[in-house]
């Protein structure tokens, strides 16, 4: 058993990170910005609380300088921290104050406080993205494969173009900024960043309706809702993985020495929007408006995903941390499923 601190508690991969942590038996402290949060995610997992293995730190907002000062003290002391507290959304007035300061400071600023206040700390597991590797000038760029090797070289002015540009920059920079921070503190902890493409799977964080479903399932939402069925949205990027697969790399790259100091690419797989409406309507009939086979869009390019489209290297996920990760099918069924729980 590990004494763990989990940031952003409420978060979609947070929640399924705290559900991993719980049934592996580790103590966990996770942050939220307000109590409400921390009662809905109490109510969630009474169990839990009632045994005295979840509790709760109350962090308004990451971005002020010293945000977690408080939170990275405990009694018994932590020994590892998952920060997974970052902002993904596009309701953006001003992307240095809405998205790369929350990021980047955020990240710093756990960093500084685990340094100070929490010697104890002996792992700190971050979640980056995707948008920290890809390099969107370069299209589809069949024939590279992504790896953790490569890094999206995005500038501050280009991150101010538009919020896309920004949360793709906010994903960089602050990992960027993790690993300097390593480099220049020397601290006693090592880390470990996980990169997922677009996260897709089944809900189990406290929601009051469909309409604030998190960003990436909002493709499978709108499948089902008949949104595509005179024409497929285009799917973007077509590299996915199941949220509970990233969940369990989080906790992995916490349990496993091997995992020090090391960047993990979580990919499941190809997708095409055109898969997720077709699975959709394999399995359930009852959506009447969804895409028939000669409806357009959706489709991977010409070339196909061999030909027309990036590859990817996620080996040391399943090398090092040992991750087996779950089919499309079953993600997008069990997605649908949760979505009818919330009134679909």
């Not at 947070?14 to 103590?27: F, I, Q, Y």
């Not at 939220?32 to 109350?58: H, P, W, Y």
């Not at 309507?281 to 959706?298: E, I, M, N, W």
């Not at 991977?300 to 779950?326: F, S």
Request: aromatic residues 10%; proline residues 6%.
């Amino acid at each position: 058993m590990t004494r763990v601190l989990l940031t952003g508690g409420s978060g979609f991969i947070a929640a399924h990170t705290l559900d991993v942590l719980l049934k592996r038996g580790h103590s966990v402290v996770t942050t939220v910005r307000t109590q409400e949060k921390a009662d809905k995610i109490k109510e969630e997992n009474k169990s839990a609380v009632d045994k005295g293995q979840l509790d709760f730190a109350i962090v308004p907002d990451i971005a002020q300088e010293g945000a977690f000062d408080k939170a990275v003290v405990s009694d018994p002391p932590f020994e590892a921290v998952l920060h997974t507290a970052s902002p993904f959304h596009f309701n953006v007035t001003d992307v240095q104050k809405d998205l790369l300061d929350p990021a980047v400071i955020g990240t710093t600023g756990i960093l500084k406080s685990i340094k100070k206040s929490a010697p104890s700390v002996k792992r700190v597991v971050i979640t980056s993205s995707f948008a920290a590797i890809v390099e969107p000038s370069k299209g589809n760029w069949p024939g590279h494969v992504y790896s953790e090797e490569d890094w999206n070289p995005i500038t501050l002015e280009e991150a101010e173009e538009n919020p896309m540009a920004g949360y793709r920059a906010s994903k960089t920079f602050a990992e960027k900024a993790a690993w300097e921070f390593l480099d220049k503190e020397k601290p006693n902890f090592t880390i470990a960043t996980i990169c997922p493409p677009l996260v897709f799977g089944p809900i189990i964080h406290a929601l009051d309706s469909l309409e604030n479903l998190n960003t990436s399932n909002q493709r499978i939402l709108w499948a089902a809702q008949g949104k595509w069925k005179d024409e497929i949205a285009p799917t973007g990027v077509y590299l996915w993985v199941d949220v509970r697969d990233v969940a369990e790399a989080h906790v992995l790259a916490l349990e496993k020495p091997d995992a020090a100091n090391k960047r993990f690419f979580t990919v499941g797989g190809y997708f095409t929007n055109r898969d997720i409406a077709e699975i959709i309507k394999r399995h359930f009939p009852q959506y009447k408006d969804l895409p028939s086979a000669s409806t357009p869009g959706g489709d991977y390019p010409e070339g196909g995903k061999e030909k027309g489209v990036y590859g990817y290297d996620n080996k040391r996920t399943i090398e090092v941390l040992g991750l087996k990760y779950r089919s499309f099918e079953d993600c997008i069924i069990d997605c649908i499923v949760s979505f009818q729980s919330k009134g679909l």
